[in-house]
T-cell receptor, first 112, second 114 residues
């Protein structure tokens, strides 16, 4: 079945690294995404990783994928107050068309 | 090169009224998806449409909800006889084809039922 799980809340101090974790169940996922949502706003695609990759780095963002454990993480280096938002993990399944299943979202609070 | 455009961004309806949410996909995109985000929850898939066809509506509530994507014009998500539980953010996404690697989301339409 398709299920994506995330912890609900994470609090870090400004300047520290944040690590947001996600687990998924469908091993046939082709891509895994991270989206950011600020209050009252839409979804901003942060990054995505192909399922045949282990790691992807993009400036302050590092995505790690452990396919064996079906575990995905997003590391934000040097976390800033502007990073405070909800972060959604999503898995992309090709079922003749893309079907994206989202996690419930992790609320990141950055303490100045 | 406009992105996915949704309107209205905010809509207030009284219980029993109808809500119509519109989504114009990105230029060149013929595949549209609708997702719903209930308060304090993640996004849930509702329906996937191609031009003039509903491909997968497995996430649509059985009653009062309908979606269309006509040959011309935007995709419409229609909610009849709204109830308080319909209050949510409704996100539309589009892609150029069913097998492309990324879908692009709109800014969302926030429906409040009073």
């Amino acid at each position: 079945g398709e299920d994506v799980e995330q912890s609900l809340f994470l609090s870090v101090r400004e300047g520290d690294s944040s690590v947001i974790n996600c687990t998924y169940t469908d091993s046939s996922s082709t891509y895994l995404y991270w989206y950011k949502q600020e209050p009252g706003a839409g979804l901003q695609l942060l990054t995505y990783i192909f399922s045949n990759m282990d790691m992807k780095q993009d400036q302050r963002l590092t995505v790690l994928l452990n396919k064996k454990d079906k575990h995905l993480s997003l590391r934000i280096a040097d976390t800033q107050t502007g990073d405070s938002a909800i972060y959604f993990c999503a898995e992309f399944l090709l079922r003749g068309y893309q079907k994206v299943t989202f996690g419930i979202g992790t609320k990141l609070q950055v303490i100045p | 090169n406009a992105g996915v455009m949704q309107n209205p961004r905010h809509l207030v309806r009284r219980r029993g009224q109808e809500a119509r949410l519109r989504c114009s996909p990105m230029k060149g995109h013929s595949h549209v998806y609708w997702y719903r985000q209930l308060p304090e929850e993640g996004l849930k898939f509702m329906v996937y449409l191609q031009k003039e066809n509903i491909i997968d509506e497995s996430g649509m509530p059985k009653e009062r909800f309908s979606a269309e994507f006509p040959k011309e014009g935007p995709s419409i998500l229609r909610i009849q006889q709204v109830v308080r539980g319909d209050s949510a953010a409704y996100f539309c996404a589009s892609s150029p084809s069913g097998g492309s690697d990324t879908i692009y989301f709109g800014e969302g339409s926030w429906l409040t039922v009073v």
